[in-house]
């Protein structure tokens, strides 16, 4: 069974930074991208960023400049640098994969991370 495994969310006062981090485990192979997406309040959820196993990115224009996300190969990781939050940021921030092959290629989430931008 393949797991993915988000940490590193919380309370962060408008400005400050925090770094999310996801790991996945269990019987995954040949990860083409790993990505982050969030749900705010009461929204659907939305792509945030993500990246190509070849270290290709794509952002949502809200964050661009803002998230930076990495990833880790070796170690089936990805990250989310997230810089000058904001307030519309506040949302429950989900890892996603997509691995497999031509036969099987399933998309894995993981559940969760709530990040909070208050003072």
């Known amino acids: 069974q393949v797991q993915l495994v988000e940490s590193g969310g919380g309370l962060v006062q408008p400005g400050g930074s925090l770094r999310l981090s996801c790991a996945a485990s269990?019987?995954?192979?040949?990860?083409?991208?790993m990505g982050w997406y969030r749900q705010p309040p009461g929204k659907e959820r939305e792509l945030v960023a993500d990246?190509?196993?070849?270290?290709?990115?794509n952002y949502a224009d809200s964050v661009k400049g803002r998230f930076t996300i990495s990833g880790d190969n070796a170690n089936n990781r990805v990250y989310l640098q997230m810089n000058s939050l904001k307030p519309e940021d506040t949302a429950v921030y989900f890892c996603?994969?997509?691995?497999?092959?031509?036969?099987?290629?399933?998309?894995?989430w993981g559940q969760g991370t709530q990040v909070t931008v208050s003072s």
């Open positions: 996603r994969t997509n691995w497999g092959n031509a036969v099987y290629n399933p998309i894995t």
């Open positions: 269990g019987r995954i192979f040949n990860i083409k991208a």
């Open positions: 990246i190509t196993s070849g270290g290709s990115t």
